[in-house]
């Protein structure tokens, strides 16, 4: 039986890339891959490479490709959200205006002026390929790794009642840092986490049944801080909540705005002088270039372009896996919060674990979750539920308390300003403003 999976926003080629790497290692099963994106140059690219990759490998995969989803969705049985509306052009507004108003951001893509902003131009789309969805291809798995991941899958399920599945490599990529960090396989720890997306509040870590965040501290005590890869805001939290932070100070310092104010951290400024985001867009613009090489290059492509990386297209396989061979697995997603954590509205999404088999997605609860950590969770709900409501009502009132909220700038007026500038930035894709 053959079965299909649709990328929406397929000309993110790294994520496109990893997961046909993934499919064709998969060789007893047979797949259709659905290539969409609206830029038809990056569509281009990505189909030309993919079919390479197919043919070259000899993969039994049918491809195919259009920049109407509704051309490809029929017949879908998982579809995967990657979009990024506007592509980095757009993502640069959402980090270079709120500069110019002294707020410095490294990603711009979760939470803060430049989250908020790329949030109000990504539900809409989104919401209308939920819509596409449930009309078209109603059985399938919709899920999502589109950014801002919680305030994302919040407006689609309340706006269409479509039952979307967030996932990150946010979890798996932390544990790994940190198991690395202390010389241990990553297999050998048992954990649980537990918090909104990119603040993600790692609060047990055992081996042998030994907590092991005290090993963890006298790690960070022997080695010199140049060797450590763990940022400072992100060390201190370890310290002071027997926790970590998985996606380390380059996502959690947009949710200590204070940090992202000019030179506040480390005497310097997030996003240029640590955790460079010219340099992201960089690395973005050149990796694309060199797909099109591939792409329209005469030239096999060469070994090196199938070996693995690591990147947001891992597990997804496995957990598809997962579901069609009822093989019980631990995964973590992002979805309502239902109870979960005690004290969190039932319609914030949140990311934790959840058992995925044959019977489906069955999210677990977590009565252990410290209540000294719902504080954080508590006060950024309230932002994603403001700024929400502002993106499907396209209401300024709450965008501008969401943005309020979410800086340190003092001045509501100046707020007001970098807002009205950010809309102005972003005006074709905001239909609702």
């Known amino acids: 039986m053959r079965r299909k999976i649709v990328l929406v926003g397929a000309g993110s080629a790294v994520f496109t890339k990893g997961l046909l790497l993934d499919i064709i290692e998969r060789r007893d099963e047979q797949w259709s891959v659905g290539l969409v994106d609206t830029d038809p140059v990056a569509l281009d690219v990505i189909d030309k490479l993919s079919r390479k990759m197919v043919e070259q490998k000899g993969a039994d995969i049918e491809l195919s490709a259009s920049v109407d989803r509704r051309d490809i969705l029929p017949g879908a049985d998982y579809v995967v959200s990657t979009i990024g509306v506007g592509g980095r052009r757009a993502w640069e507004q959402d980090v270079f205006i709120p500069r110019k108003y002294g707020v410095y951001q490294p990603v ?55 039952p979307v599945i967030g996932l990150c490599h946010g979890v798996n ?98 996003g240029v002088k640590y955790y460079s985001f010219e340099g992201t867009i960089r690395e973005g613009d050149e990796e694309f270039e060199e797909h099109r090489r591939y792409a329209y290059s005469a030239e096999a492509l060469p070994e090196s372009f199938f070996e693995r990386e690591s990147g947001e297209h891992e597990q997804l396989m496995d957990i598809i896996g997962a579901m069609i061979y009822d093989r019980p697995g631990i995964f973590y997603v992002n979805l309502p919060n239902c109870g979960a954590v005690a004290g969190l509205p039932d319609e914030t999404v949140v990311e934790r674990p959840a058992l995925i088999s044959g019977s489906g997605v069955q999210p677990l609860q977590l009565p252990d979750f410290p209540v000294t950590l719902l504080p954080r969770l508590a006060r950024f709900a309230t932002i994603y539920e403001m700024a929400v409501r502002a993106a499907l009502e396209g209401d300024r009132g709450l965008l501008l308390g969401a943005m309020c909220e979410a800086s340190a700038i003092s001045d509501k007026e100046t707020v007001r300003k970098m807002m009205e500038e950010l809309l102005a930035a972003q005006k074709e894709y905001l239909p609702q403003f």
């Open 173 to 270: 990529n932390g544990l790994g840092r940190i198991s690395r960090f202390m010389g241990l396989r990553k297999e050998d720890i048992s954990f649980t986490a537990c918090g909104l997306n990119h603040m993600v509040f790692l609060y047990q870590m055992r081996k042998d049944a030994k907590d092991l965040f005290p090993y963890f501290v006298e790690m960070l005590d022997k080695v010199p801080v140049e060797e450590r890869q763990i940022g400072p805001l992100t060390e201190n939290f370890v310290r002071e909540n027997h926790s970590y932070v998985v996606s380390d100070d380059r996502h959690y310092s947009e949710f200590v705005p204070e940090t992202t104010l000019r030179g506040a951290y480390r005497g310097g400024e997030l």
């Open 108 to 162: 711009g893509d979760t939470v803060g002026p430049g989250g908020l902003s790329r949030a109000m131009r990504m539900i809409p789309q989104l919401c209308d390929i939920a819509r596409d969805i449930k009309i078209i291809c109603p059985d399938a798995l919709f899920l999502n790794y589109a950014n801002p991941m919680t305030m994302n899958c919040m407006a689609i399920r309340r706006e269409t009642g479509v």
